[in-house]
């Protein structure tokens, strides 16, 4: 079992940065693909962002260029650097780790852009 825990949500007008965090209980968490998504309000949740356990990573297009995702393993997290944040970015993050036959999802932290 894996607990995810997530940090550093809040409120940051357009064009700032957050960084979001995402710490991992239990053992194995090198092996995960490990994966930011967000939820807006009346929409689906969709990938923002996911990481290998080699380090490979992809981005949804509409973030491409503005956010990074990173692991630490020895720390058992893994952050989202978020810079030139737009309105449209306001949603709840959820942190994921996923491998073959196993999925585990955080609480969700709120992150709103507003002015």
């Known amino acids: 079992q894996v607990q995810l825990v997530e940090f550093g949500g809040g409120l940051v007008q357009p064009g700032g940065s957050l960084r979001l965090s995402c710490t991992a209980s239990?053992?194995?968490?090198?092996?995960?693909?490990m994966g930011w998504y967000r939820q807006a309000p009346g929409k689906q949740r969709e990938l923002v962002a996911r990481?290998?356990?080699?380090?490979?990573?992809n981005y949804a297009d509409s973030v491409k260029g503005r956010f990074t995702i990173s692991r630490d393993n020895a720390k058992n997290t893994v952050y989202l650097q978020m810079d030139s944040l737009k309105p449209d970015d306001t949603a709840v993050y959820y942190c994921?780790?996923?491998?073959?036959?196993?999925?585990?999802w955080g609480q969700g932290t709120r992150v709103t852009v507003s002015s």
């Open positions: 994921n780790a996923n491998r073959p036959a196993r999925d585990y």
């Open positions: 990481i290998t356990s080699g380090g490979s990573t």
């Open positions: 239990g053992s194995l968490f090198s092996i995960y693909i």
